[in-house]
């Protein structure tokens, strides 16, 4: 078995077989289904991101293609080969966890040649190695240290560094960055991506930090509840989410509810709002209740410039104002909305004067910026 995996790693295009196809795969735990119907492929030397709540199957998943766990349905292909029954060891991974695992008792050197003693490489290639990629986690120097004596980050650059160290075709990567401050963890996320491109290696992330995928991704999944909802590069599930869920998921700002008309529309009390459906799959049917998706960021605070062909204008209050430093966010209410709340952000405060709480505003949107979707479909804002 181990040698039919070796001959479908094929590094040098021996075969142009995509690194990961995963068709139908599922996995129950007594009644739920931890992962449902899984199908996705990821092309050889791409970064992918798996996005969602917690509990969404994003480490179900991951041990589905690590083989940590077995699939109760579907196929998994690494690299072009069936992975039916062939276990963990023998799949071209490497794996960083949330909880590091790293031994205690070993120096950050130790820990980084431990993977290659278990393959039995050459012990006369081992130092050389272990050195070459102390250096690409920029740990030069600090090799004799034992974790303890490493702060976290550094402490993370030696599992990924131990992960990466037998040269794995596919790298899984499990919120390894979740425990950090902000700001080292903004570090570490260039970082990945740095060594990422380096070595050209696949790589399959779990976050549920939108800002994270978005960042580091050449391809981003949406998870909720088991199932893929979306599957695409970060841009469009940005600009087009498929999904009221990955909408809400993604921060869009404000969900308003009312009736789908043609169009597309939606008809919240008296007034019929233009917009666009991303996804014909989740499209409100006119007459059914739909959810529109507003991003605070497309909506325009004031009335100068012009109103775009079919875009919306409405008098609105403000019932809010919060200081974010580089942006200012505003709470709306929307009189002609039967009181809907809207936010709103202002993305350059220092050039505008600030309104305040009380005061009466206009605000306008674009067709293009008011997403419509099944309301039936919509998780609601406490999921
Ligand atoms: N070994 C297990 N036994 C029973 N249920 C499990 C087991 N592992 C996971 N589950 C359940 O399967 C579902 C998916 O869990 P999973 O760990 O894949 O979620 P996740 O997206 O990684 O969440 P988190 O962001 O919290 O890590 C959850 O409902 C979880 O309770
Ligand atoms: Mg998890």
Do not use: C
């Amino acid at each position: 078995m181990a040698s039919t995996v070796v001959a479908a790693r094929g590094r040098a295009g021996e075969t142009s077989a995509p690194a990961v196809e995963a068709q139908g795969l599922a996995r129950r735990y007594g009644t739920v289904w931890a992962v449902h119907d899984a199908s996705f492929r990821l092309e050889r030397g791409q970064f992918l991101t798996i996005l969602g709540p917690s509990g969404s199957g994003k480490s179900t998943l991951l041990k589905l293609i690590a083989g940590f766990e077995r699939p109760d349905r579907g196929q998994l292909r690494l690299f072009g080969a069936n992975m039916d029954g062939v276990p963990a060891h023998r799949r071209p991974i490497g794996m960083v966890f949330q909880r590091l695992a790293l031994f205690p008792h070993m120096t950050a050197a130790g820990n980084i040649a431990f993977p290659l003693e278990m393959r039995r490489f050459d012990p006369r290639e081992i130092p050389a190695r272990v050195a070459r990629f102390l250096k690409l986690v920029r740990l030069e120097g600090l090799g004799d240290r034992r974790p303890h004596e490493l702060s976290g980050g550094q402490q993370q650059r030696v599992a990924i560094a131990r992960a990466l160290v037998f040269e794995p075709e596919l790298l899984l990567l499990d919120e390894p960055l979740a425990s950090l401050d902000v700001r080292l963890k903004e570090e570490m996320q260039l970082e990945f991506r740095r060594i990422q491109r380096e070595l050209g290696v696949t790589t399959i992330n779990v976050t549920h930090d939108q800002r994270e995928a978005l960042v580091l991704s050449d391809r981003v999944i949406v998870m909720a509840r088991g199932r893929i909802l979306q599957e695409g590069d970060p841009e469009t599930v940005w600009r087009n989410p498929a999904h009221p869920f990955v909408a809400r998921f993604l921060g869009v700002g404000t969900m308003l509810r009312g009736q789908a008309e043609p169009g597309p529309a939606i008809r919240i009390g008296d007034r019929l709002l233009p917009g666009r459906a991303p996804n014909p799959l989740t499209a409100p049917r006119p007459g059914q209740p739909a959810v529109a998706a507003l991003r605070a960021e497309r909506v325009r605070i004031g009335t100068t410039g012009a109103l775009t062909e079919n875009g919306t204008r409405l008098a609105a209050r403000v019932a809010d104002v919060v200081f974010e430093g580089e942006r200012v966010l505003y709470e709306l209410v929307v009189p002609e909305l039967g009181e809907a709340q809207l936010r709103a952000v202002d993305l350059d405060p220092g050039s505008h004067a600030r309104h305040r709480p009380g005061a009466e505003i206009t605000v306008s949107w674009s067709p293009d910026d008011l997403l419509l979707f099944d309301a039936s479909l919509d998780p609601g804002s406490d999921s």
